[in-house]
Structures are given as structure tokens and as C-alpha cells.
């Protein structure tokens, strides 16, 4: 019956836990989605506070939770410009996935970490992490592997390493082209045009980014079509084809209008401008500079004023971290302190309780030479006549037949001085106390007469109650002064 309960007992305890973590984790999945939507909406400060309400909801062991989670405040933090922060970040996500040891996670942290150090022009430590995002990518993942050597190449470009740049993008396109993703293969191709284009082989450059417009124009990709027309004006300008360098230009500012991807048009414009050499298009492209300059400056000051309130809130968090600190210390220091007193105290009435037992040994000690010295014998000391004037008869009576009535138990008749009080003591306890002046332990006496230590222990207490000691010692010096025992 007993097992039975305890049986439902544990399976009551763990449903109650398994239904606190269902509701954890509904929380977690509710709160995770209203950071997407925010996220995907561009308020990226409303993401990072939906994110903050996820971690504390998090059981611990939940390992992918927390790696989901830091990635999610690395990408928010990175579309800030706060790249310090989405570092930080996605350096957790990284050691999270580590634990995990899910190679596809840890190529897209990798992945990340380098599009945020890249972003913050420290190339060769973007290069690092995007050549491990390479190596982690799984075996067979085609699509995974050409993207991730599409960035590398980026960061390549960037380094002026446009041999090494132009390879992997080769190899990215060789594996679009092995499972025939016309999307990607076009994009590749553009991205091969301008390395080839940055490493000054021009001719090369043109005939790959005009097959790529083609590809993109027959998918109808406008927003890689408007880089790619970008990049064919200043490829027609370093060949001197001016006429088909306006011709794009115009093309890209038209599309570029069209899907409202303003820095292209910006591109366009300065693209088209100096072609024409025309005012009225230099006036435009600084307008529309100057408006996208002060766009950036409210974004950073909004990210400034979102970043305020965060340190804010940190610092009260901090202090209040510190007061709760200095409150802990104090409250440590007081129980030190009373702890110190009582001990002081204790002390105190140790020594006091032993000096007042010195003091009464002493005292004992004192009377008891006193005692001594006043009954020791002299010479001069005279019999006085009545003292002898028994008979030999009346002597002899007197030792055969002795009164009972003066004789006191415990108290040897041969030694009547000093008088003694009149303290019955049994002839056991005497015994214990003849053995007390011989220095013999509670063990020894007992195992001489053959009883248990505790019933000598308490022969002992019994002794010192009747005879108003307090210890060994000051029943040796009683004993002795008593006449009860001899040393």
C-alpha cells in the first residue's frame, strides 16, 4: 500500500513538472514568434524586448532553445549597427551549438559571426570564421556549401585576394549547376563578373555579366538585376563604352525606382551623372544622398536612444546589485561582530568560573595548613594527671568493649583530632575516598572493587554533595584535614 502511494506521489510530481515545462516552452514559442514578426517588420528594438522575455522562460537543459534565442539577439543587434553586442552574442550562440554538436548550426553561426565582423571591416578575422562556416557545412549539402563560398569570396573581394575570390564563386556556381538552381547560378554568375571586373580583366567580365543579366531578367530577379546593371555601367566605362554604359545606367535607375531600392538608385545616379557630366543629375544624386544620410543619422540616433535607455536600465540594475552587495557584507560584518561578543562573554565566564575555583583551593589549601600546624605535637605539650588516672582494668575494658555511642562512621578512632562534622558517609563511599587520595581514577577504583565507572561516578557526586566539594582536589584536601584518609 505504502509503495503504491509513493508510486502516485512521484507520477503526480513529475506530470505537475512536465505540465510547468509544456507551459514554459508554449510561452518560449509564443513570445520566439512575436520576436519574428518584429523582426521581419524592422523593429528590431521590439524583438531584442521579446527576447529578453524568452531567456528567463528557458529550462536550462535546453540547450537549442538558448542557442535559437542568442541568435535571434545577434541578428537584432547586428540590423542596429550594435555589432559589439551581436558579437557577444553569437559568440554564446557558437558555444551553444558546440555543446549541441550540430555541424549545419555551427557553419550558420560561423557564418554570421563573419558577416558581423565584416560589416565592422575586420576582414581577416571575418575570413577565419567563414573558412570554418566551410569546413562545418554537412556532407552532401550542396546548397549550403556554394552559399557559403559565395561570402567567402565577398570577403575575399574585399582583401583584394581576387584570384582566391574568383575560384570559390566558380565552385559555388559548378554546384548550382550540379542540381540545377537557375536562381542561384545566375546570382554566381553576376557575383563572377564583378571579381573578374575587380581584377582588372574586363573583357571577361563583360561577357559573364551579360549572360548573368539575361538569367536574372529570365527569373525576373529585379533586385540582383539592379546590381548586376551596376556593375555592367562601370564595366562599360572602364572599356570606354560610354553609350552602353548610359544605357545601363538609365536602365538600373528606372528598375531601381520601381522596386524603391533607393542606395541603387543613388549608384545609378552618380553612374549617370558623371556620364553626362549634367548639374541638374549631380544636384539629384546629392539630394538623395543628403536624404539617405539623414535617414541613417535617425536610425543611429534611435539606435542611440534605444542603446541610452538599455545602459540605463543596466546601471539601476547594476547599483541595485551593489546595494544589495553592501547590504549582505554589512549583515555579514554584524553576525562576525556578535558572534565575536559572545564568544568574549564566554570567555570571560571560563576564566571567571576558574579563578573562583583556584581561589577556593587555595583557601582550602591555607586552612587546612593551619589546621595542620596547630595540632602538630611539641615537646612542652604535658599530660595532665586526670589522664592517666584510670586503672589497668578500666584501660583494658576500654579497648576490649569501646563505646559505640562516640564512635562515628567514617571517622578512624585512632585520630580523634580535629573534630569531626557530623557527616555520615557509607563505608563504600569512604573506600571511594581513600582511593581518591591515592590518586586512583574513577576506572581503577572501579575495576578494584569490581562495580561499573558510572556507580563510581556516582559514589563521587554523592561525596561531594554531603561534604560541600566541588572536585577531586578539594575532596583530597577535606579528607585529609578530616582525618577521613591519609596521604
Same mark, same amino acid.
Given at each position: ?9 512521484? /507520477?503526480?510530481?513529475? =506530470?505537475? *513538472? %512536465? ?6 516552452? #508554449?510561452?518560449? +514559442?509564443?513570445? @520566439? ?112 556549401? /556554394?552559399?557559403?563560398? =559565395?561570402? *567567402? %569570396? ?6 583584394? #585576394?581576387?584570384? +582566391?575570390?574568383? @575560384? ?320
Amino acid at each position: 500500500m505504502i509503495a503504491k502511494k509513493s508510486v502516485i506521489t512521484i /507520477a503526480l510530481i513529475f =506530470s505537475g *513538472l %512536465s505540465f510547468a515545462m509544456a507551459a514554459n516552452l #508554449k510561452k518560449c +514559442e509564443d513570445l @520566439y514568434a512575436q520576436y519574428v514578426e518584429c523582426y521581419e517588420k524592422g523593429d528590431y528594438s521590439g524583438s531584442i524586448k521579446y527576447l529578453e522575455q524568452v531567456l528567463p522562460n528557458i529550462h536550462p537543459d535546453s540547450i537549442f532553445w538558448f542557442s535559437d534565442t542568442y541568435n535571434g539577439f545577434a541578428y537584432a543587434y547586428f540590423r542596429m549597427g550594435r555589432f559589439e553586442k551581436a558579437v557577444d552574442y553569437e559568440q554564446k550562440a557558437l558555444d551553444c551549438d558546440y555543446q549541441i554538436g550540430d555541424s549545419a548550426r555551427i557553419s550558420s553561426s560561423l557564418t554570421l559571426m563573419a558577416s558581423i565582423l565584416a560589416h565592422q571591416r575586420l576582414f581577416a578575422d571575418a575570413e577565419h570564421y567563414m573558412r570554418g562556416a566551410v569546413d562545418y557545412v554537412p556532407a552532401g549539402n550542396t546548397l549550403m556549401l /556554394a552559399s557559403r563560398y =559565395s561570402i *567567402l %569570396s565577398e570577403i575575399l573581394s574585399t582583401q583584394d #585576394k581576387n584570384d +582566391e575570390a574568383i @575560384y570559390y564563386i566558380q565552385q559555388s556556381y559548378k554546384l548550382d549547376s550540379i542540381d540545377n538552381r537557375t536562381d542561384k547560378m545566375a546570382v554566381r554568375l553576376s557575383q563572377l563578373g564583378a571579381a573578374y571586373m575587380q581584377n582588372d580583366e574586363h573583357q571577361k567580365a563583360y561577357v559573364i555579366l551579360a549572360q548573368a543579366s539575361e538569367k536574372l531578367r529570365a527569373i525576373d530577379n529585379k533586385s540582383s538585376l539592379c546590381i548586376n546593371l551596376i556593375a555592367q555601367t562601370r564595366n562599360y566605362i572602364a572599356l570606354g563604352r560610354k553609350a552602353e554604359a548610359e544605357k545601363t545606367a538609365v536602365e538600373c535607375l528606372e528598375l531601381s525606382e520601381k522596386i524603391g531600392q533607393r542606395k541603387n538608385k543613388l549608384d545609378a545616379l552618380r553612374n549617370l551623372a558623371a556620364l553626362r557630366n549634367s548639374p541638374q543629375l549631380y544636384k539629384q544624386t546629392l539630394a538623395l544622398s543628403d536624404s539617405l544620410y539623414n535617414e541613417q543619422i535617425s536610425q543611429q540616433v534611435a539606435d542611440f536612444e534605444v542603446r541610452y535607455a538599455t545602459a540605463e536600465k543596466e546601471r539601476e540594475i547594476a547599483q541595485q546589485q551593489v546595494t544589495i552587495e553592501r547590504q549582505q557584507n554589512a549583515l555579514v560584518v554584524l553576525v562576525v561582530v556578535l558572534l565575536a561578543i559572545f564568544l568574549a562573554l564566554v570567555l570571560v565566564f571560563i576564566i571567571r568560573r576558574m579563578r573562583r575555583d583556584i581561589e577556593h583551593t587555595e583557601k582550602m589549601a591555607r586552612e587546612l595548613f593551619v589546621s595542620g600546624k596547630q595540632n602538630a605535637p611539641t615537646e612542652e605539650t604535658t599530660v595532665e594527671p586526670k589522664t592517666i588516672a584510670k586503672t589497668d582494668d578500666a584501660a583494658e575494658q576500654n579497648t576490649k568493649q569501646p563505646d559505640e555511642s562516640q564512635t562515628v562512621v567514617g571517622i578512624p578512632t585512632e585520630n580523634p583530632e580535629p573534630a569531626q562534622p557530623a557527616i555520615q558517609l557509607s563505608p563504600r563511599e569512604i573506600e571511594i575516598v581513600k582511593a581518591c587520595c591515592q590518586g586512583k581514577l574513577s576506572k581503577e577504583i572501579a575495576d578494584e572493587f569490581g562495580i561499573s565507572k558510572k556507580t563510581v561516578d556516582n559514589h563521587k557526586s554523592a561525596i561531594y554533595q554531603k561534604l560541600g566539594v566541588c572536585n577531586n582536589t578539594e575532596l583530597i584536601l577535606y579528607a585529609v584535614k578530616h582525618g577521613i584518609a591519609k596521604l
